[in-house]
Structures are given as C-alpha cells and as structure tokens.
C-alpha cells in the first residue's frame, strides 16, 4: 500500500485536488485507484523531447516519490528526455514481454 507521501504525490500529479486531513482511503474516491508499490517497475514507456518529440523507448525502474525523480533503462541521452509517458506492457530489460498486469514477482 502507498504511504501518505506517494498517494499525496500521485493524487496531486493526476490533477485530483488534495483533501488536507482527509483520511487516506481511496475506496468511495471514484477515480482514485492505489496502485501496489513498487508497480512501476518494468513498465514500458515513450520518452520525448521538450518539442514533443517521441525520441525513444524506456522502462521504468524505478520511483523515488519523495525526491519527484524517476530511473529509466533506456539508450536515449537523459539530456534528451523531458516527457516520460507511462505504457501499460511490462517488459523484463532482456525484451521478455511480461503482461499487461502487474507482475507481482518483481516486488521486493
């Protein structure tokens, strides 16, 4: 389960307005889904430039989100990466698809 930190994080990214002393149970917030920690890993994902540019692939490896940083495994220059859009294919860093769904086994 997310702590406070994270869902505040990731409400406050996907544009859902903060609820200051408001419980943290998402269950009757519709349009709220809590996500597993640790659910980013291996996700693919585009990266572009700042022009929109779509410049290369990349998967997620990591969120840290307490500093707001992200590592990506990816070829493309981290110069040239400023939008990062999330996919919804996991992918091993070998190629192996992995699913749609969450690969439980890649949580530590």
């Known amino acids: 389960m997310l702590d406070d930190l994270q869902l505040e994080v990731a409400a406050a990214r996907a544009g859902v307005p903060s609820a200051e002393g408001a419980s943290s149970d998402t269950a009757d917030t ?11 890993r291996h996700l693919l994902c585009g990266v572009a430039n700042r022009r929109n540019d779509g410049v290369g692939l990349a998967l997620i490896m990591h969120i840290d989100f307490a500093r707001e940083t992200i590592m990506l495994h990816t070829p493309v220059p981290a ?30």
């Open 79 to 108: 110069a040239q990466v400023n939008i990062v859009q999330f996919g919804t294919i996991y992918v091993q860093t070998d190629g192996h698809e992995l699913g749609y769904n969450v690969p439980r086994d890649l949580f530590a």
């Open 30 to 40: 519709p349009g709220v889904h809590v996500l597993p920690v640790g659910f980013e």
